[in-house]
């Protein structure tokens, strides 16, 4: 907590995720909104859709599902395991506590609220990251070098379809909108991505390898 790093975490946090912030634009409190849909059928109906538009049979598209999932699931699992590990503050008490952190570039603000809700369990690392790194990562592999665009919608209201042209994409705008909600640091949502993406890898090479006819 006295780092540079958690200083500048906690500055842009502060802005950006405030939910009175004048730094945030429009798009991104939309994109703050649209993945505060709970977890598990913001995923599950979103790979739906997706499977729908890539025509595969029915020994594929389950295969594409299991991946997915699995991949979904182990990710989040070791995500679990970190966070109550470090068992690490979140900006809403973080900002606003009086407690002394040692760390200079750290000014609190007792009447600071983030955007959207923070969920209660301990910050580090970004579940959302977590599970955005797992899925690119077995969407990668499962597609290979096919290019692999993709389109999510969200049940909250006010909030509009993003289409993204890779997993990369998906899992840059995860990272910044946990950010833009006041719920993470951006170290948190950085490794929380790393994380699943090296799970995802591992699950897609040694349970999900290609079956050689």
Known sequence: MTSLRFAQDFVLTKSLGSATSTERSAAEAETALFHTENPTTFWNHNFRDFAATKNLGIAD????FAALTVSLSEGVI???DSKYYYNFWRPVTAITTTLDDKNAGTETEPTWLPYANT??????????????GAVAEALEHFFGTQKVSLKFTSAIPNTVPHVYRTPDDLVEEVTWARIFGGMHYLTSTEHGATL???VGRYVMRQEF???HR
């Open 196 to 198: 699943g993406r090296k």
């Open 119 to 132: 969920p209660p369990h301990p910050e580090y690392p970004a579940a959302h990251g977590c599970a955005a």
């Open 78 to 80: 070791a995500c679990w």
């Open 61 to 64: 598209n389950a295969r594409l």
């Open 209 to 211: 390898r290609p079956v």
